[in-house]
């Protein structure tokens, strides 16, 4: 991982006056102030190792030079050479403690860039103790004192971390990393940086970012990476992607001055789509970079430094719309963005937790990781910070996790000389997402078996909250489900009735054990039924329960948009009890149905009911599984 941009916490010492009542030097040695100057004039022209030959020759013509200590300090950070520019500041507070206040924020400073925690709030205290301070620099320290307190808590209770090196078919002795990975956890994208002239030794000016592509053989390994090639790759920089939940569209990062967002598309021989400047989200004044989608492919999250943010780079994101446009870009607000840095936003494949990278909420230092969740009225959880060792006092960022919700993936350079690899380390339960399966197949015409242009969802019965809505182009689809929660799943197009399922959640259900289930679309014509699996009674009685309104209220929507329809609503139960007693509750049930529907307007003459009790089973009585099939209500066309 990359190391923390030292040159945001230090106060600048040499464009600020030391001295507020004459503006004059410390010192009158005439040499050592040319030395000085000299130095400055070097530091304007970022020649910072001739700034310090000068300057280390002027506090050696005099020793008492406490601004060329403090100018010393500086330019070793701006080189990153933490060590010295401490020794540099010490220096100048032992010729004069209170010289030149801010000495201690930098050190402060300093100290948290090395992860020296108890030294940096010991620094952070003193320069709190001045009065004088500027009120902004004022709560800058105190927030990254705040910060070393968590720290030094967090390392106190550590949490299970253990990364694993994923293998030598994804990572080389170049640096890998942003990981991406499909819902089944089979296809991985990653970007290296590799050498623009494999001819040439030379690192510096001689790499460039591309797409690779991996997928996890039957036994578990990872194969060797493939360049994805053009025209995704170029010879300019691509990174930071976002792969759909079926694998087959990837979002990414493009940056020529400003960054923007394109997309791409797995063609069906299996090549990838010219590249699409995505509209309405890029822009060439700002960047917007890091996408990450959706599992349902209908909202994109990304960063940008757009105006109306909280700090310099903030999370947005922007739904796709039913024309298939993208919405305006909209702030994820304050609870997710602060006054500093949000980056590498990744939402899991249940559509309801976010994970991402922050330099401005409290953690160890750098960018820390964070998560948050989605409630049902839409708002976002306080982020919880990952904890110790998973955040350190570096730059932590680029995670995702996968579809159980039991793994995270991420690039680390823990082996300096193998570079920046990628790793997998399992979750602990308290940071996990909600863990999710998914439904797989094709969406066919039920006459002809063609596939099917159509749209699909997954909603939650207990709230009607909507978790998953899409469009399928080729009638192949996608939808991750999450667990522990009961769902609704509607498959429909122009033209046919509309499919229902449902789907119990409750409890684990293994990602490795997906749904796949190819769905048939009956054409709208007279005599067809469809099966309302969402419609539920109490027991032995025809009061529809709440879980039923969203059925419902589709079947109402159904019927509105498809006005000269006729239908029969059949009631149906299995060979349990009496047979009378069955008869007279399948049809109170049908006609509680027809009671919904005339209550929201669709006309009574377009409706019957009529009780079948056991006389239609669709499956054997002699299991539960069969009874609950048999116990049904059916919607069938009468007229047109």
């Known amino acids: ?49 001739s700034a310090v030959k000068s300057l280390l020759e002027s506090v050696d013509k005099e020793p008492k030079f406490i601004e060329a200590y403090l100018m010393l300090s500086q330019v070793f950070q ?5 060590d010295n520019a401490i020794d540099a500041a010490n220096k100048a507070v032992a010729i004069n403690p209170d010289f030149y206040p801010s000495i201690y924020f ?30 902004q620099t004022k709560k800058l320290a105190e927030k990254r004192k705040s910060c070393c307190e968590f720290a030094i808590e967090a390392i106190k209770n550590p949490v299970p971390f253990n990364p694993i090196n994923i293998g030598k078919g994804v990572n080389t002795k170049l640096d890998e990393y942003w990981p991406s990975l499909s819902a089944d956890e089979n296809t991985l994208v990653i970007t290296s940086n590799i050498p623009r002239d494999s001819l040439l030794e030379q690192v510096r000016y001689n790499r460039q970012e591309d797409f690779f592509i991996s997928h996890r053989s039957s036994d578990g390994i990872w194969e060797k990476t493939k360049s994805m090639g053009k025209p995704i790759n170029t010879p300019y920089n691509e990174g930071a992607q976002s792969i759909t939940a079926d694998g087959k569209k990837m979002y990414y990062t493009v940056c020529r001055g400003v960054c923007n967002i394109f997309s791409s598309s797995l063609t069906s021989d299996g090549t990838w789509s010219s590249p699409v400047r995505v509209p309405n989200i890029n822009s060439s004044k ?38 298939e446009t993208w919405s305006a870009p909209e ?62 006092y570096r730059d932590e960022d680029g995670l995702i996790v996968n579809a159980k919700g039991t793994a995270a993936y991420y690039s680390s350079d823990r082996i300096p000389e193998n570079g920046r690899d990628i790793y997998t380390f399992n979750l602990y339960p308290d940071i996990r997402p909600i863990p999710s399966s998914y439904l797989t197949g094709t969406i066919k015409d039920a006459v002809t078996g063609f596939p099917v242009k159509a749209s699909f969802n997954l909603i939650e019965l207990a709230n009607k909250h909507e978790i998953m809505k899409s469009t399928s182009s080729d009638g192949s689809y996608l939808v991750c489900i999450p667990t522990e929660k009961s769902y609704a799943f509607y498959a429909s197009a122009t033209g046919y ?59 109402v929507d159904f019927l509105a948009v498809n006005k000269t329809l006729r239908i029969e609503i059949g009631g149906h139960t299995d060979n349990q009890g009496i047979d009378s007693y069955n008869q007279s509750l399948s049809e109170k049930r049908a006609k509680s149905v027809v009671d919904y529907l005339t209550s929201h307007q669709i006309e009574t003459e377009r409706l019957k009911w009529f009780g079948y009790g056991k006389l239609k089973p669709v499956a054997d009585n002699k299991t539960e599984e069969g009874r609950t099939q048999n116990r049904r209500t059916e919607v069938k066309i009468t007229g047109m």
């Open 286 to 323: 700002f960047s917007n970079k890091q996408p990450s989608i959706s599992p349902d492919g209908r909202t994109l999250y990304f960063v940008s430094n757009r105006p109306g943010g909280s700090g310099d780079y903030d999370i947005w994101k922007s739904n796709l719309r039913e024309d």
């Open 331 to 392: 702030n994820l607000g304050d609870t997710i963005n602060t006054e500093g840095n949000e980056q590498s936003p990744f939402i899991h494949f249940d559509n309801q937790t976010l994970y991402f990278a922050s330099d401005g909420h409290i953690g160890m230092g750098g960018h820390d990781l964070y998560f948050s969740k989605l409630n049902e009225a839409g708002k976002w959880s306080i982020p919880k910070n990952l904890g110790y060792p998973i955040n350190t």
């Open 497 to 555: 009735l509309f499919y229902s399922d449902h789907f119990d959640m409750k409890g684990e259900h293994s990602i490795d054990k997906p749904f796949k289930k190819d769905i048939l679309l009956d054409p709208i014509k007279v005599n067809q039924t469809m099966v309302m699996r969402n419609i539920f009674f109490d027991t032995d009685s025809s009061a529809l329960k709440p879980e039923s309104i969203v059925e419902l209220n589709r079947l």
């Open 78 to 82: 701006e080189m990153r050479l933490v």
């Open 106 to 135: 930098n050190l402060g400073n300093f100290h948290l860039f090395k992860g020296d925690y108890q030294n940096a709030i010991n620094n952070f205290d003193r320069f709190l103790s001045y009065k004088s301070i500027r009120v």
């Open 1 to 49: 991982m990359k190391k923390l941009a030292l040159s945001i916490f230090v106060i600048f010492f040499i464009v600020q006056q030391v001295d507020a009542q004459n503006g004059k030097l410390s010192v009158t040695n005439k040499r050592a102030v040319e030395l000085y100057n000299k130095a400055a004039e070097s530091y304007e022209r970022y020649d910072f190792e």
